[in-house]
C-alpha cells in the first residue's frame, strides 16, 4: 500500500494509507479470508510459535510516513 494505491504486483485497489487514518485510532484489525466465490476456495491455515512446521510468531509491520 502506497500513495499511489495498494498493489500485488499490479494495483488491486486505489486505497492509499491517508484513507485508512491510522493515526486516529487505537488499533487495527487485520481480516484475512478467502472468498466463498474464489476460483480455488478452501481454507487458510495461519500457525505461530508453537504449531506447524516453522515455529515462529506471526510479526506484521506497518511502516508510516509523515
Request: charged share 25%.
Amino acid at each position: 500500500m502506497t500513495r499511489q494505491g495498494t498493489f500485488d504486483g499490479v494495483k488491486i485497489c486505489p486505497l492509499t494509507p491517508q484513507d485508512l487514518d491510522i493515526s486516529a485510532r487505537h488499533s487495527i484489525r487485520l481480516r484475512i479470508e478467502v472468498k466463498p466465490d474464489a476460483r480455488h476456495p478452501g481454507g487458510v491455515n495461519i500457525f505461530g510459535r508453537g504449531f506447524g512446521n516453522f515455529d515462529q510468531d506471526i510479526v506484521l509491520r506497518l511502516t508510516t510516513e509523515p
